[in-house]
């Protein structure tokens, strides 16, 4: 079975950078929206950014001009660029993307488990 799986989390400073990369575990026939969300302790998940299969791109007020989403088609990996980052983003990341896993079955909903960015002061 097809899963999501997320890599790149980890400790950072305040004012530092990381990159969260996130790719189906297997083959699929083609990636749709894909996209970053995160909860932080408490609170509920919220989205981070979204980017369309021909890349355009929403984010979050509170990460734009900071963080940057991308994604390479071929590999139906999206990326998130993550710079001048503050403790306030420190949370749980999680990728979500719509996968047609074959010709033959409709696109559906995938979330990776989530991978862990600690931004200290």
């Known amino acids: 079975q097809v899963q999501l799986v997320e890599s790149g989390g980890g400790l950072v400073q305040a004012g530092g950078s990381l990159t969260l990369s996130c790719a189906p575990s297997g083959r699929i026939f083609r990636s749709e929206n894909m996209g970053w969300y995160r909860q932080a302790p408490g609170k509920q998940r919220e989205l981070v950014a979204r980017i369309t299969r021909g890349s355009s791109t929403n984010y979050a007020e509170s990460v734009k001009g900071r963080f940057t989403i991308s994604r390479d088609n071929a590999k139906n990996t999206v990326y998130l660029q993550m710079n001048s980052l503050k403790p306030e983003d420190t949370a749980d990341y999680y990728c979500?993307?719509?996968?047609?896993?074959?010709?033959?079955?409709?696109?559906?909903?995938?979330w990776g488990k989530g991978t862990l960015v600690t931004v200290s002061s």
């Open positions: 979500n993307a719509d996968l047609k896993v074959d010709i033959l079955r409709p696109s559906r909903d995938y």
